[in-house]
């Protein structure tokens, strides 16, 4: 649904040159949604700016729904009004709303389709049956500044589904909310993905939205792509950053003589019973050193730091009938690398 190759984005001020964006490739499938991480000055906005074309790409190229948009830009009028038409197919939503506070809350969600040329009647008509499925039907003549920062971000959203668009991006819609809010808006986004089959693209710094509503995530760093894929791939990659830091274990050794090990359980193997299994199959006992479970996208993932007794050599078995129930295993070990497993 989205797709970028070779993106690459260099801004020049005064003399200066940034690279925001190194070659970026991405893609996004229809219907999922995809959150893009990485520490600020990552290059994330650049990346959605470049996508929706706000932002125009120093070279590469942006594809959404088919349709090379980097191919319209400077082509004269014609292909200006298709890349205008393009644009209006994708939606944004900002961090900090803005939203004109001159205007209603109808008149805000109004204004695309007052750009698109719709008549006034329809405007109406379309900017109430956004407000309703945002749940702010009842906020339509009030003001930005008579609401919540949730209510705020409704409407933003309100207003970038005004062009039916097939594609959502969102730079940082949660991260100027409380927690209870951030959840609310996210189970909106995931709801309006699923209703009207929405392809969304969003950015974020924190996990936890990750977490919550993604399909897909892909890791930034320095103007790249460093890690991409569905959350599942992410949690089977050894190694995996992203898998990391979505579930964050922690815990020593509680001696010399202990082997730990890091078990990550995803799809199938979530369910079964294997530490209970592996302990009874060995007559070894196992102690859990730390646990992050959690369901994402409706199905149990996690990881688990447990220790075994004995050296890793004397593990091998054990460690073995692990993998064979199709679970990820990562040893965590600081004696060098020669007795240490590699990858996989
Ligand atoms: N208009 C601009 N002119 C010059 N440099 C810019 C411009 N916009 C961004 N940059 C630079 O490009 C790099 C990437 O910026 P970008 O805003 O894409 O990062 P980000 O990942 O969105 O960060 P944050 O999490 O802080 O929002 C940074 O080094 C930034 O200073
Ligand atoms: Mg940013």
Redesign the pocket.
């Known amino acids: 649904m989205i797709t970028t190759t070779g993106l690459t984005?260099v801004?020049?001020?005064r003399g200066?040159e940034?690279?925001?964006?190194d070659g970026v490739d991405l893609h996004v499938r229809e219907g999922e949604v995809y959150g893009v991480i990485?520490?600020?000055?990552?290059?994330?906005?650049?990346?959605?700016?470049c996508v929706n074309l706000l932002?125009r790409p120093t070279s590469g190229t942006v594809t959404v729904a088919g349709q090379d948009l980097t191919a319209l830009v400077g082509r004269g009028p014609r292909a200006g009004r298709e890349l205008r038409q393009a644009r209006s197919r994708i939606g944004m939503v900002f961090?900090h709303f803005n939203l004109l506070s001159s205007r209603t809350v109808q008149d805000n969600v109004e204004l695309p389709l007052e750009i698109l040329g719709a008549s006034g009647k329809a405007r109406s008509r379309k900017a109430l049956q956004l407000l309703d499925l945002v749940g702010l039907s009842d906020k339509a003549k009030a003001y930005p500044a008579q609401l919540s920062g949730g209510q705020k971000q409704r409407v933003g959203i309100a207003r970038a589904l005004a062009g039916d668009p097939k594609v959502l991006l969102s730079?940082?819609a949660t991260s100027a909310l409380d927690p209870e809010t951030t959840r609310s808006i996210l189970q909106l986004l995931r709801d309006l993905n699923r209703q009207l089959g929405l392809t969304v693209l969003l950015?974020t710094?924190e996990m936890d939205v990750v977490k919550t509503v993604c399909d897909s995530a892909a890791l930034?760093n320095n103007?790249r792509i460093v890690e991409s894929g569905t959350v599942s791939e992410l949690l089977a990659t050894p190694g995996s950053e992203l898998a990391s830091a979505l579930f964050p274990v922690s815990g020593d050794a509680s001696g010399d003589d202990r082997t730990v090990i890091d078990v990550t359980f995803h799809g199938e193997s979530a369910t079964r019973p294997v530490i209970s299994q592996l302990s009874r199959t060995y007559n070894i006992d196992i102690s859990i050193l730390g646990a992050a479970m959690d369901t994402v996208a409706g199905r149990q993932v996690g990881r688990m730091r447990i220790e075994l007794p004995g050296r890793y050599e004397e593990n091998v078995v054990p460690i073995g009938f692990l993998r064979e129930q199709g679970l990820q295993i990562d040893i965590q070990d600081d004696r060098p690398v020669l007795v240490k497993e590699g990858a996989k």
């Not at 990485?38 to 700016?49: D, E, N, P, T, Y």
């Open positions: 984005k801004y020049r001020s200066r940034v690279t925001a964006l990485g520490q600020s000055g990552a290059g994330k906005s650049s990346l959605i700016r932002e961090q730079d940082e950015i710094h930034m103007g």
